[in-house]
């Protein structure tokens, strides 16, 4: 089987992140982002998508952390996409439910090439650890940008920020590995026959 990896590397005035991730992981993750609470995020998304991720970023946390969030988000995106290549092959469609604890949250993803997110958390709290809870949404529309795909995450229920959080990047994973898995077919999964 043909693995599919990609590297980025996205240097700015505002963050340096190297990044390299393999859709059929092993489990190799390494997060380092410098925001304890995105790191435990993305771990848990590269865990649960079953992807190795590694991802090293220096950015102006001096500032705040929305940079850094939505680069990392930005290159993370652009990984999936290029280890995507051309998407023939793929499922292209996925969709999840997880829950964690008392917070039960959903993700349906269309790999379709043509980014739209709708993102509804509802977070109350200002902050989970050093990361604003406005950046957590965020991300997610800047990951589906550059991923060029269609997510749809809703927190259904709960009532602890950090489990609506945690169960809503769990589904997201869970949602992208089903989208991403190869078929039996070697066909781009469109009518159309191209994926944008």
Known sequence: MTRRVSQIERVTQETNIRLRLGLEGEGRISIASGIGFLDHLLTALAFHARFDLDLACQG?????DHHT????ALALGTAIDR??????????FGWAYAPLDEALARCVIDL????CAVVRVDLRRERLGDLACENISHFIVSLATTARA??????LR?????????????????ALRQAVTLTASADVPSTKGCLS
């Open 60 to 64: 102006d946390l001096q500032i705040d």
């Open 69 to 72: 969030v939505e680069d990392c």
């Open 83 to 92: 280890a995507l290549g051309t998407r023939s092959g793929i499922t292209r």
């Open 112 to 115: 379709s090439g043509r980014p």
């Open 150 to 155: 269609s997510v749809h995450v809703d927190v």
């Open 158 to 174: 709960g009532e602890n920020d950090h489990h609506r959080a945690e169960a809503s990047f769990k589904a997201l994973a869970l």
